[in-house]
């Protein structure tokens, strides 16, 4: 078994530097394909981290009137007080939410001062417990504030999180989609590729089945070759995505996670750079049997 492992990964090599040019565009199908796939794993890993970084950080923001009295703001944190889901809450007044607005945006604090006076509202900001499977009744407290007097509007991060859900399972989808079309199409390609050279070696193998040659020799190489363009097509994407990345994240990436709250923008895991790699190799592995099927 050694024996036979041996001479087909020593006559796929062989072929590969025979046949390099047309190697080359089967090598280049898989590449294609697997970026394209590592693409969406890599944007889908990103959104389900934040998804939950927001989940559990979730918060309520009830922004009060102008006008409310300290009755109705004792009303208003009676409200949310009596409430199990809330864990816990803190008063931001007008002065607090117009200092944290220039820091955070600090180029449009000159906007603000344009104005005259202070535009933004004071306002609780809840926190939610993020243990609380309690959705319906966030969104009763939330109704319930919406009507209370003195409060004007009602923000809950919630509506931002099943969007952010919602998004990561269609450009999962999407992406497994095209993966799986262009992954069809690499197959193929790789299976018409080891046709070529199984053609240019026609007279050999019926050498070697009028001799009696176990298959593992006839049809190894070719599915070895198979294997090899999987694997190398694989790494091309990853070395890829890996540039793109690095040439993206501090100019694009790291300013978008920080506007958004994520703690990071990373790079596909170990475990998801394993499944790129093994994932181009039993592509080539099925193209590779594919075309020696028959011999």
């Known amino acids: 078994?050694?024996?036979?492992?041996?001479?087909?990964?020593?006559?796929?090599?062989?072929?590969?530097?025979?046949?390099?040019?047309?190697?080359?565009?089967?090598?280049?199908?898989?590449?294609?394909?697997?970026?394209?796939?590592?693409?969406?794993?890599?944007?889908?890993?990103?959104?389900?981290?934040?998804?939950?970084?927001?989940?559990?950080?979730?918060?309520?923001?009830?922004?009060?009137?102008?006008?409310?009295?300290?009755?109705?703001?004792?009303?208003?944190?009676?409200?949310?007080?009596?409430?199990p889901v809330v864990g816990a809450h803190e008063y931001v007044s007008k002065g607090a939410a117009l200092a944290r607005f220039r820091r955070t945006f600090g180029e449009l604090s000159a906007s603000i001062d344009g104005l005259g006076e202070n535009p933004l509202p004071a306002s609780y900001e809840i926190r939610l417990r993020p243990d609380a499977d309690a959705r319906r009744a966030v969104e009763s407290l939330g109704e319930t504030l919406r009507?209370?007097?003195?409060?004007?509007?009602?923000?809950?991060?919630?509506?931002?999180?099943?969007?952010?859900?919602?998004?990561?399972?269609?450009?999962?989808?999407?992406?497994?989609?095209?993966?799986?079309?262009?992954?069809?199409?690499?197959?193929?390609?790789?299976?018409?590729?080891?046709?070529?050279?199984?053609?240019?070696?026609?007279?050999?193998?019926?050498?070697?089945?009028?001799?009696?040659?176990?298959?593992?020799?006839?049809?190894?190489?070719?599915?070895m070759e198979g294997i090899f363009q999987g694997g190398i097509g694989a790494l091309a994407a990853l070395v890829a995505l890996g540039l793109g990345f690095l040439v993206l994240r501090a100019r694009y990436l790291a300013p978008l996670a920080s506007s958004i709250n994520l703690t990071s923008v990373r790079f596909l895991s170990a475990e998801l750079c394993l499944f790129v790699v093994l994932g181009g190799m039993a592509v080539g592995c099925l193209g590779g049997l594919v075309a020696a099927w028959r011999t």
């Open 147 to 223: 009507q209370t007097s003195g409060v004007s509007d009602v923000r809950y991060d919630r509506q931002w999180l099943d969007r952010l859900l919602a998004a990561v399972t269609f450009v999962r989808g999407l992406g497994l989609v095209l993966g799986s079309v262009l992954t069809v199409a690499a197959a193929l390609t790789v299976a018409n590729v080891v046709r070529l050279a199984l053609y240019a070696r026609r007279d050999e193998i019926d050498i070697m089945q009028l001799v009696g040659a176990p298959q593992a020799y006839i049809r190894g190489p070719f599915v």
């Open 1 to 83: 078994m050694i024996r036979a492992v041996r001479y087909a990964i020593e006559e796929a090599i062989a072929s590969l530097w025979r046949g390099r040019q047309s190697g080359m565009l089967s090598t280049g199908t898989i590449a294609l394909a697997l970026f394209v796939l590592g693409g969406f794993l890599l944007v889908t890993a990103n959104l389900a981290e934040l998804g939950e970084q927001w989940s559990s950080a979730a918060e309520m923001s009830v922004y009060l009137k102008d006008s409310v009295t300290p009755a109705e703001r004792g009303d208003i944190e009676r409200t949310f007080g009596s409430a």
